[in-house]
């Protein structure tokens, strides 16, 4: 009997939950098809939210005729009570705006600037600790059911964990008077990046560039763990930062987690629930009732839809047409019909609408068809393939071969050719060619200046000989990146070796070769081809210096621990020195962090220790800035202060080292290597500081975390051989650390 009230239950909140939503949607085709995709096939559902809506009607006009509080019961509508104060919850839905000039919190409502179904999200002003204006979304009174409250949380957290510059940050959480969630912003002008892209008549090279940092941003949420699941143009908007472009990604409302319960306790699993997403941008997979075969690829066919409508003012299929069909119709075209091609789509455009797609990409009609015939029409078909095994492998897989057509290099979505990739190599060096068939003319034409051209063919025999040279490396790289692609990653290994750091060419798709080699020789235990495949992606990573927070900082992770456990301790301080110079000037704090303790494995020079300083600034900066917000920010802090214990440590202030140390051990354990770093540094410092007895006990918190994660089993390293986690270079890390602590806290 409980277990059928508490499915009468959820199926009243459902019903609850779709109605307010659909009262949002003035248009009443939209509204249908809202609810039609909402209740699937639920009959006893939709059958509901259709008398509920009759009711609405009769109720309305009476509403308009009476005041409420003077309606008879008898002129009551039968039915209404089922939904909790019907009227009351209307008043306050058609007054959403009264509140303004109040304060929430800390936080003063100056202005609504959006709405959705479920949540209002207002322009407010932070009255302490700073003043600064944010953006405040809260949950709308009445809306607040078990299943939203769980979404609104999951979106919640889901932002909470991202640190990107192209993800709206979370800066604080809490209820109101009468208990209804809210989260607290950054606040992003902007506008979607479609309509800026179009606005501002940006070149598809331009539009391909802000692209990538889209992909980043969502490649940054899968390597936490979250799936966006509704990536669409009104989801991504594009500010202004110093005259330069910047998109942010946003709404991260439907968001899912790829791993159980990692947004919230509280999410709520259906058998059957509604379709999420929305239909002109989702994948096939989310197609399926359950979601439970959603996974990250699925945010790159969405992404794809979303580049499709940049190249093309429109999406692939129109939203439109696709909701005046029924639900399974709609489903079986998203399932089973392929998208048109680039020219296929602007070809069933008006003479009119082309215009103004190419006046729009500043781009003559001519060169533009072309650009719908080549490589980028083969990207969008690989990134939108209804089966998701052959889609690219991540997105930073789609990002790296938009990186290449933007670089005249051959993509791996097709089978290349010898001829393709000839033709590659020219695009790419027109001049060197132009010289080199200049001097093949001179030749034939003037055997009589034979000492004169003697010496041009030679310089031009060296430069075809470098060039071959190079055109061969790319050409392993690129054969190497398609072995990737398929999980050969033994044959793509030994292929690679056969390339020289020299040769190396800074490039995304060599970039992307050697990361991946890198991480899989880590995890067959072989860690001198590892190391070696980290000093090839150093030279390879040169290309982009900007991209301080992503890939380049996760590079820098891995290099360090693999080049001292495969004993190169002189490579690793060179490279100690080149990251320091690389990544001077940056103001990123993760940056920052990374960097301290990566250069501080292993004792090092005062000179080392002078330039980590400025780093040490940033780091100590933002630790403050975040303090007031330690309950969102603990993961961070915990490794920021950890980093500063160690360049204390290593600076011989051993009474700082020992408040970092302790600093960074109260935050939250979730994080087991930074607590054992914490307890081995603590140790240290208590052992230098004359707490002998003290630090034999503490070293041992650090050492039996280490020992539960790494067992006895490889040449170097205990179980790191065998080790495929994120995080195996924190371990590494903390191993090394045991052994200095192991000689310096327990030497007789």
Known sequence: MEDKHQSDRTVSERTNEIYFAATEIEDVNERNAFIETSCADNNEIRREIERLFKLQDRATAIFDKHCLTQMPASEMPQGIPRLPEYFKLKNSLLSNDEGLGKQVGKYKLLKKIGE????????????????????????????????????????????????????????????????????????????????????????????????????????????????????????????????????????????????????????????????????????????????????????????????????????????????????????????????????????????????????????????????????????????????????????????????????????????????????????????????????????????????WLFFKERDARKSEMRLLVEADARAKIAQAALLLSRGAFAEADQMMKQVEIPVVEPSLEATSVFRALAQWNVTQGRWETAAECFLKLQQANQLDKSNTTTEITRDLLGAGPALIVAEKQNEYRVFVKETLGRFFGTSDPSAAEQVIKNSLILPTDKDTLQRLAPFVKIVQDAINADEPYAHVNSYLLGWRTLALALYEYRSDDFDRARYWAERSLKYADRDPPRVALSHLVLAMAQTKLGDREQARTTIVGGEKLIENKLPEGTEHIPGIGNANSEGWHDWVIAYLLLQEANRIVRAD
């Open 116 to 451: 959705g179904g479920v949540s209002n999200v207002y322009l407010a002003e932070q009255i302490e600790p700073v003043r600064r204006q944010v953006a405040l979304k809260i949950i709308k009174p009445g809306m607040d059911t078990r299943s939203i409250i769980a979404r609104f949380e999951a979106e919640r957290q889901a932002l909470g964990m991202m640190e990107h510059p192209n993800v709206a940050c979370v800066l604080d959480a809490g209820e109101t008077e009468t208990g209804r969630p809210f989260f607290v912003m950054e606040l992003v002008h902007g506008e979607r990046i479609t309509t800026y892209c179009d606005t501002n008549r940006l070149s598809i090279p331009q539009r391909l560039k802000l692209f990538i940092q889209v992909c980043n941003a969502i490649q940054h949420a899968h390597q936490k763990g979250i799936i966006h699941r509704d990536i669409k143009p009104s989801n991504v908007l594009v500010t202004q930062h110093d005259g330069t472009p910047s998109p942010i990604v946003i709404d991260f409302g439907i968001a899912k987690a790829t791993t159980p319960d990692l947004l919230t306790e509280k999410t709520i699993n259906t058998s059957v629930g509604p379709i999420i997403g929305t239909p002109a941008y989702m994948s096939p997979e989310q197609t399926n009732l359950t979601q439970t075969n959603v996974d990250t690829r699925s945010d790159i066919y969405s992404l794809g839809t979303l580049l499709y409508e940049l190249l093309i003012g429109k999406p692939p299929f129109d939203h439109e047409k696709l909701l005046k069909n029924d639900l399974g119709e709609m489903c079986r075209i998203l399932r089973e019909e392929d998208p048109p091609s680039l020219l296929t789509r602007f070809q069933e455009m008006s003479d009119e609408e082309q215009k103004e797609v190419t006046q729009n990409r500043n781009i003559e009609p001519r060169p533009f068809l072309t650009i719908l015939r080549n490589d980028l029409s083969w990207i969008l078909m690989k990134s939108m393939e209804k089966d998701r095994e052959q889609r690219y492998e991540s997105v930073s897989d789609m990002a790296v071969e938009i990186q290449r057509f933007l670089n005249h290099e051959p993509i791996i979505a097709r089978p290349p050719s010898r001829m393709y990739r000839l033709q590659k190599l020219v695009r790419r060096n027109r001049a060197t060619f132009a010289y080199l068939t200049a001097i093949g003319i001179a030749l034939l034409a003037g055997l009589g200046t034979s000492t």
